[in-house]
C-alpha cells in the first residue's frame, strides 16, 4: 500500500476532534458532550486519540514489518516525533512563556520550571511536565500548558515495544494476540482510579488491535462494519465497556476506512501531514485564545478562533519542521501510511 489510502485525512480529522473536544473545557469550563452522553466512558478526544493509536499500531508494524532494521526503524520514528515537538516546546517555553507569564521576566527565566518544560516533555522522560512558571495560571484549565502531550509518551513506548518484538521473532499475529487478550483482561478487571496506568493499558491495546490487523490483513467488509458500528453505538449508549468494544470494533471500522478504494476523505493534503503539528499546537493555542476572549470566551469562539490559527502552525511546521527532518531519512515515504 502507498499513500493512496485514507490514513493521512483520517489523522488530520482526528486532530481537529481533538481541538473541538478541547475547546469545551478550555473555552467554556464545560465538560465535553460525548462524555455525559456515553456515561463517562469517552469523549470527542478520547475517541480521536484511539484512532490515532489504532491508525499507528497498523501502519508502525507494517513499516518495521516491510523493513526490518531496528537502527531505520528507530531513526524514522524519532525524526517524525522529535523534530516538531522540540520546535514546540522550545517556541512555548521561550516566545509564548516569556510573553503570557504574570512573573518578571528575570524571575521566569530563574525559574527551573521553565526548563524542565522544554526537555521534560520528550517521550523518552517517564511523562510530560505541563506547567511554566506563571502561564495560564487563571484558565479554565489551570497552569496546563499543553495537555495533549502526554499521549506521546505512550506512542513512543509502542513503537519500542513493535521494535523488541521484531528484534526477538515475536511480532505475530498469535503474540500479539496473546499480548491483547491480556491487555483487554486488565482494562476489565484493573482499577481505573489509576489515570497514567488505566490510560496506558487502553492506548497500548488500541496500538496492539491496529498491529494485529495488519498482520493478519483484512478486507473490508460492509456487514462486518455495520456490526461493529452498532455495536459501538451499543456500548456508547448502556455505558458499559466502551474501551473493550473501541478495540475490538472500533479498530476494524477505522483500518477499513484507512485501506478503502471506495472512500476518499478530503483534507488539506497539499499542505502536506498537517496531523502531528496539529495535534501538538493545539492545546496552547486554545489556552491563549480563551485567556485573550477571558469572561466572553465560548467553546464556538475557542473551536472557530483557534482552528485555522493551528492548521496555519501546523503547515508552517510541516513544511519547515517536520517535512526537511523527514528527508534526511534515506526514503522518506515509507509503505503503508505516508509519513509514518
Same mark, same amino acid.
Given at each position: ?99 503570557? $507569564?504574570?512573573?518578571?521576566?528575570? !524571575? ?5 520550571? $521553565? ?7 520528550l517521550p523518552i522522560f517517564k511523562g510530560n511536565f505541563d506547567e511554566l512558571p506563571g502561564v495560564f495560571l487563571t484558565s479554565n484549565t489551570p497552569k496546563s500548558v499543553n495537555g495533549s502531550l502526554w499521549t506521546l509518551n505512550y506512542e513512543f513506548r509502542c513503537y519500542l515495544l513493535v521494535l523488541l518484538f521484531g528484534m526477538v521473532g515475536l511480532l505475530n499475529r498469535v503474540v ?107 492545546? $496552547?493555542? =486554545? =489556552? ?33 519542521? !517536520? ?16 509519513? !509514518?
Amino acid at each position: 500500500m502507498g499513500r493512496n489510502n485514507n490514513f493521512d485525512a483520517l489523522r488530520f480529522w482526528a486532530a481537529l476532534a481533538v481541538l473541538w473536544g478541547h475547546s469545551f473545557p478550555l473555552g467554556a469550563n464545560q465538560p465535553d458532550p460525548l462524555d455525559a452522553l456515553t456515561h463517562g466512558q469517552t469523549s470527542i478526544g478520547g475517541i480521536a486519540v484511539a484512532i490515532f493509536f489504532v491508525i499507528s499500531g497498523y501502519l508502525i508494524t507494517g513499516s518495521y514489518r516491510n523493513s526490518p532494521r531496528p537502527l531505520r526503524f528507530m531513526k524514522s520514528r524519532a525524526l517524525r516525533i522529535f523534530p516538531g515537538l522540540i520546535a514546540v516546546l522550545l517556541l512555548t517555553a521561550f516566545v509564548v512563556g516569556p510573553l503570557i $507569564t504574570t512573573l518578571p521576566l528575570r !524571575e521566569y527565566f530563574l525559574d527551573p520550571l $521553565t526548563y524542565k518544560f522544554a526537555y521534560h516533555s520528550l517521550p523518552i522522560f517517564k511523562g510530560n511536565f505541563d506547567e511554566l512558571p506563571g502561564v495560564f495560571l487563571t484558565s479554565n484549565t489551570p497552569k496546563s500548558v499543553n495537555g495533549s502531550l502526554w499521549t506521546l509518551n505512550y506512542e513512543f513506548r509502542c513503537y519500542l515495544l513493535v521494535l523488541l518484538f521484531g528484534m526477538v521473532g515475536l511480532l505475530n499475529r498469535v503474540v500479539m494476540s496473546i499480548g491483547l487478550t491480556l491487555l483487554l483482561a486488565l482494562i476489565v478487571f484493573m482499577d481505573h482510579s489509576n489515570f497514567l496506568f488505566s490510560n496506558s493499558v487502553i492506548l497500548t491495546a488500541y496500538f496492539f488491535a491496529g498491529s494485529i490487523l495488519f498482520l493478519i490483513g483484512i478486507t473490508p467488509n460492509r456487514f462486518l462494519v455495520a456490526a461493529c458500528l452498532i455495536a459501538i453505538i451499543a456500548s456508547l449508549i448502556v455505558g458499559a465497556r466502551f474501551p473493550v468494544v473501541m478495540t475490538l470494533a472500533g479498530s476494524y471500522i477505522v483500518i477499513c476506512i484507512g485501506i478503502s478504494n471506495a472512500i476518499r476523505i478530503p483534507y488539506l493534503s497539499r499542505f502536506g501531514d498537517l496531523s502531528y503539528g496539529t495535534y501538538i499546537y493545539a492545546f $496552547t493555542v =486554545q =489556552q491563549i485564545v480563551a485567556l485573550t476572549f477571558a469572561s466572553n470566551s465560548t467553546w464556538l469562539i475557542n473551536a472557530a478562533v483557534s482552528t485555522p490559527i493551528v492548521v496555519g502552525l501546523a503547515a508552517l511546521s510541516w513544511r519547515y519542521v !517536520e517535512k526537511p527532518a523527514l528527508d534526511l531519512k534515506s526514503n522518506r515515504l515509507l509503505p503503508y501510511g505516508g509519513s !509514518e
